[in-house]
């Protein structure tokens, strides 16, 4: 990487945030590298290999769950939130993303729950990037996530998903874009993404010029669930830029939940209040219906990109 350019990828870092596309007369192959760099301030994670099981006493967790039977399964990697998966003292716990995973496994698929902040120090990454947790290094996560479960014997490597949520939500937005897998993985890709209520407006770095999150070279099935109500990722920002890209040709679709605010699968935060990175009051309310018509949208989606496949 050029001196200058790792600087200002070095700068945008310490700033808790991360430089991308940032020098206009920058070559393709120095994005990439930038990109590169700042997925790897983060040390990489070590995914599980055994299987854990839904017990009575369980929660989330980084874990993987599969189905009863030799298989091969459809799999799919899940993201949570900015938050994690349970705060730093244990008293909340993410139950959305651990009933997602059980949700899955129920509909016969392999369930790999990944946790981008514990192993790595970090509390949450709401207001700012920390301890090298980025949209760069969530995008590898995922990936090293999804090469991780191909080479289990009971997953069907050609049928392999990716779902995020709000933060997670925008890191795997960016890996349904080719440069960002071809700058971050190892060639090879999810079959389809969805995300839960993400945020698509342009991302804007402490240091370092904006960027845009739904890029025109997304070329894998990208299903996007809004919240009608969620001020805290306006829908807006994700339908005036997915509207044009479908146009265009790009593999996506949005489907708004009209009264749904952000994190409408999160039961156990049904009443939250919080200001979030913008400053904005907001308030989580629980959608059940949402909720329910959400899981029955993913997982067909799924199944149509999974078409031919098996």
Known sequence: MPAALDRLVLA???????????????????????????????????????????????????????????????A????????????????????????????AVARGYVALVVDSLDSRGVD????????????????????????????????????????????GATVSTLASARAWAAALGDGQRFEAVVVFYPECGMARPAAGAPYEVLRADIDRPLLVLLGGKDVETPPDECKK????????????????????????????????R???????????RFDEAATKDAGERMFSFFEKAFAGRK
């Open 76 to 103: 799919v990697v899940l993201l949570h939130q900015c938050g994690g998966l349970r705060s730093e003292n244990g008293k909340w716990q993410n139950m959305s993303v651990f009933g997602w995973a059980k949700e």
């Open 124 to 167: 949450s990454v709401c207001m700012q990037s920390k301890g090298g947790v980025n949209y760069p290094r969530g995008v590898r996560d995922v990936l090293q996530a999804a090469a991780h479960l191909r080479k289990l014997p009971y997953v069907d490597k050609s049928r392999v998903a990716l779902v995020g949520y709000s933060w």
């Open 241 to 272: 830029r997915l509207a044009p890209l479908k146009a265009a040709g790009a593999p996506v679709e949005w489907h708004e939940y009209a009264g749904a605010t952000h994190c409408w699968d999160c039961q156990n935060l049904d009443g939250f």
């Open 12 to 74: 945008a870092v310490t700033a808790g945030t991360v430089l991308l596309l940032a020098a206009p007369a920058a070559s393709a192959q120095d994005v990439s590298g930038a990109i590169r760099y700042a997925a790897g301030i983060a040390k990489d994670l070590e995914y599980p290999s055994k299987p854990s099981g839904f017990g009575l006493f369980s929660g989330p967790e980084m874990a993987l769950y599969r189905p009863e039977g030799p298989g091969p399964f459809p």
């Open 274 to 284: 919080k200001t979030d990175f913008r400053g904005t009051s907001v308030e989580y």
